[in-house]
């Protein structure tokens, strides 16, 4: 089967299926990473823009490089964060960019439904490179593609996830991903960072304790806890976040003894991983940095109509 | 000219009527209520067999955007939409640019709608100057000048001793004082209710006790000064709990809820519809269930639209950033006469919450058709279907979440001191 959708705004809209050949398509493409000459012709004369409203080096890059690996022409525009602030509205952005040409435009927004706001307004494809709260479906992609080389299957396996489940679009697309495919999520963090409902994204578990969460889990992961954020009233301190929902060696053995370590990045050393757990055997996050390049391939390849890598 | 009425069925809940009968206005009052009455030469004849007779609906909440935001809406255009929605009477909110806080400004606006206005335009004054919730606005000299109320419409007054005086002086000028009850700590940057669509769709949300709160601070405030308040816009089963509650020990504390607030959920923001987005913000199915309740068992006295026009502009952006509200006059009506067909009102009761108790919380010589009384009637077909289209809505603005719905019941008569001013 191809792939019909011409956006990639949320993992809530895929099924099992299209995330398999999604998974499958990156887990082909990764080896052109392991090449002299990383670089295929697949998507030559196609223009990729990089539209970001916030900052991030990391996703930013990585779609660049996914771009050009496969001979695509990648183009960064760093917006200010919102685009009232700048006094031009996003469907004019839209607009303007939409007349220069672009194949795809992934984007990056703070507010949440921007890139659903956007992809009505534009013909060509819209990848969503994180939306607010809402989505962040390239992570949750990667991160699937991570467990699935470690363990070989999704279906069946206990993922924890600590932190910040409100705020977080890393949770939201690896709850709908996950248990798309069949694995079993458990969600732990402090009340005040637990949205109401959130069992009902998906089957669901929300733990009070985090060791409830970690406990026989196949997956662990943790995610960043905004300092400059969360600091006023959902939290008592850094210090106490850390003693409760830090992850330190302690609490990593209640998981299974070939559990793996994920994270989004970037890591607060000390406060959600201690240090010693972000660098051992079982951490897996560089791996999923590796990944992400493979996963953001795959997306850009089947939004514009690719065929299924054999 | 003399207008007779012929033939409709006459509701009148503040003379107890509920009959067939013909009414004749003669130079803008009201002569006559009968059977068979007579036209006298040159009489205009308006036949209403198979349709309701009411005293002119009044909407207590309008936001009619002039001085200041005309692009929106003006007094014309939104008298018009007022018509159209079979409104006789509407008061109009302060927020205006510059806010409605002195003579001055109020005058603008009983002038202006005294030349360009279909309809009774009864303005509402600031109850802060600027609307800014730090003193008193000059609420004497705004009475005076035409206003029928004062509110910070769209703020609370957050410093409770400030409400309280206000209250108290505003009891003692003989003025209504319509809170805007919203805990803005609480609100913080919410965008819509919190819950579980909220959840889903990462944003932000306002949880109903920012509300709750708020509303009952205003209870007690009332009950401490023994004077009257009346809250805007109630949207939470909680809010209106605590009205019953307060009424029931003698409080006298009167309250609107707003059409959509009955008729949508929180679910209408799916998609990121920024048509949806108001604030207070859509709830959930027991709050819809609990502005229902309120209505049947008269805790919720009235129903306003909150008609709040936004250029197309400032609705058409992403979620966070659209501005809130939704015009409401034109489609008011058919979605109040829904309730009826419920079971949730009767006819006297809808003429009640939609014109009576209105024009007795403004303190204005409307909502009834007693002998005597100003000539303002509402003809209306409760079987008419029609369908809510943009292009034919007479505001400025078309930003409702009804467009496209089909609606059963709407005005095709709005009669102001004995002149039709609109006609379907």
């Known amino acids: 089967m191809g792939f019909r959708h011409k956006d990639i705004i949320a993992l809530k809209d895929l099924t099992k299926e299209e995330i398999e050949l999604l998974l499958d398509t990156a887990d082909n493409l990764s080896e052109i990473n392991q090449r002299d000459i990383k670089k295929v012709p697949t998507l030559r004369g196609k223009t990729v823009i990089n539209l970001f409203y916030e900052a991030s080096t990391r996703t930013r890059t990585s779609f660049e490089i996914a771009a050009k690996r496969l001979s695509a022409d990648a183009v960064n525009i760093t917006a200010s964060t919102s685009s009232v602030v700048k006094g031009e509205t996003l469907s004019d952005t839209a607009a303007n960019i939409l007349a220069m040409k672009p194949d795809i435009i992934v984007m990056r927004h703070s507010v949440s439904g921007a890139h659903e706001y956007l992809a009505k307004r534009v013909s060509c494809s819209v990848i969503n490179a994180g939306d607010g709260a809402h989505e962040h479906p390239s992570q949750g992609l990667l991160d699937m593609l991570t467990m699935r080389q470690k363990f070989g299957k999704l279906a069946g396996l206990k993922v924890a996830i600590v932190g910040d489940i409100t705020h977080s679009r890393v949770a939201r697309s690896n709850i709908y991903g996950l248990t798309t495919m069949g694995a079993q999520v458990f969600l732990a963090g402090p009340p005040t960072m637990m949205p109401p409902g959130v069992e009902r994204l998906g089957n669901v578990t929300v733990c009070k304790d985090m060791r409830e969460a970690v406990d026989q889990a196949d997956v662990v992961m943790m995610l960043r806890i905004q300092l400059e954020r969360q600091g006023k009233t959902l939290l008592p301190s850094m210090r106490e976040y850390s003693r409760y929902f830090g992850l330190n060696p302690a609490v990593l053995a209640l998981a299974k003894k070939d559990a793996i370590v994920m994270h989004p990045g970037p890591i607060n050393r000390g406060v959600e991983l201690a240090s010693s757990v972000a660098d051992c055997d079982q951490s897996a996050i560089l791996k999923q940095v590796e990944n992400g390049v493979a996963v953001r391939m795959a997306m850009l390849y089947h939004v514009c109509g690719g065929e299924p890598v054999e | ?424």
């Open chain 2, 1 to 424: 000219m003399n207008l007779l009425i012929k033939g409709g069925r006459v509701i009148d809940p503040s003379q107890g009527i509920d009959e067939t009968m013909d009414v004749l206005i003669a130079d803008g009052v009201v002569l006559e209520l009968g059977q068979g009455i007579a036209a006298p030469e040159g009489t205009q004849t308006i036949d209403a067999s198979g349709l309701l007779v009411t005293p002119g609906l009044i909407d207590m909440h309008v936001h009619l955007r002039d001085p200041g935001l005309e692009y929106k809406e003006d007094i014309a255009t939104g008298s018009r939409s007022a018509a159209a929605g079979g409104f006789t009477s509407v008061a109009c909110m302060p927020n205006t640019s510059p806010v409605i806080d002195n003579k001055a400004v109020a005058s603008y606006v009983v002038n202006k709608a005294k030349s360009e206005a279909l309809v009774n335009v009864f303005p509402i004054g600031s109850i802060t100057k600027g609307s800014k919730g730090d003193s008193l606005a000059e609420m004497g000299d705004l009475k005076e000048a035409g206003c029928v109320a004062v509110s910070d419409d769209g703020k609370p007054v957050c410093n409770s001793e400030l409400m309280r005086r206000a209250l108290e002086y505003a009891k003692g000028i003989g003025i209504t004082v319509i809170s805007h009850s919203e805990d803005l700590a609480l609100v913080g940057e919410g965008v819509m209710n919190e819950g579980f669509v909220a959840t889903e769709l990462g944003l932000k949300g306002i949880p109903w006790a920012a509300e709750n709160i708020a509303v009952a601070r205003e209870v007690y405030l009332a009950e401490f000064a023994a004077a009257p308040v009346h809250i805007a816009h109630i949207s939470t089963a909680g809010s209106a709990r605590i009205i019953r509650n307060a009424k029931a020990r003698g409080v006298k504390v009167t309250c609107e809820t707003a059409p959509h607030y009955f008729t949508l959920t929180d679910d209408a923001v799916r998609g990121y519809n920024t048509n949806a987005k108001m604030n207070p913000p859509l709830r959930g199915e027991s709050d819809v269930a609990a502005m229902k309740a309120g209505l049947a068992d008269g805790t919720i006295d009235a129903i306003a639209t909150d008609h709040a026009p936004h250029h197309p502009d400032e609705k058409d952006v992403e979620f966070n950033v659209a501005l809130n509200g939704i015009v409401g006059l034109e489609t008011s009506l058919s979605l109040s006469l829904k309730l009826v067909e419920e079971g949730v009102l009767d006819l006297k009761g809808l003429v009640s919450v939609m014109s009576c108790n209105p024009a007795k919380i403004l303190g204005v010589d409307r909502g009834t058709l007693r002998v005597g009384a100003v000539g303002d009637v509402t003809v209306i077909d409760p079987a008419k279907e029609w369908q809510v289209e943009a292009a034919k809505l007479e505001s400025k603005s078309k930003n409702s979440p009804f467009l496209g719905w089909k609606m059963k019941g709407k005005a095709v008569y709005t009669v102001v001191k004995g002149q039709v001013v609109y006609q379907a």
